[in-house]
């Protein structure tokens, strides 16, 4: 049973910058294309980045290019998104997900499974 642990959210002020991690269990980490998603108040949940399994090729969406980067660590199992200049509408609930490949990233974002109950971001005005 796959188990993921998100951490990282938090509340700060427009500009500002915070580092999520997710922590997966219970699969061979490194068979995965993972990435990030987010659902605002209102919204769907959209992917927004994410990297390949040797974390060699990463996409970002328009959304969060520039201030966003993804990273993995295959060895601890874990996922980091790093955020920075921070925007109100980056405000939502950040969940990690994974996909079996060793193609690219960024196809088939329906296949993607979330793991974990999210961590929250608020960025405040």
């Known amino acids: 049973q796959v188990q993921a642990v998100e951490s990282g959210g938090g509340s700060v002020q427009t500009g500002g910058s915070l580092r999520l991690s997710c922590t997966v269990s219970?699969?061979?980490?490194?068979?995965?294309?993972v990435g990030w998603f987010r659902q605002a108040p209102g919204n769907v949940r959209d992917g927004i980045s994410c990297?390949?399994?040797?974390?060699?090729?990463?996409y970002y969406a328009n959304s969060v290019k520039g201030r966003f980067t993804i990273s993995r660590d295959n060895g601890k199992n874990t996922l980091y998104l790093q955020m920075d200049n921070l925007k109100p509408e980056d405000t939502a609930i950040y969940y990690c997900?994974?996909?079996?490949?060793?193609?690219?990233?960024?196809?088939?974002?329906?296949?993607?499974?979330?793991w974990g109950k999210g961590t929250v971001v608020t960025v405040s005005s």
């Open positions: 219970g699969l061979t980490f490194d068979d995965y294309a």
């Open positions: 990297i390949n399994w040797s974390g060699k090729s990463t």
């Open positions: 997900a994974g996909r079996p490949t060793y193609g690219p990233c960024s196809e088939s974002w329906g296949s993607y499974n979330t």
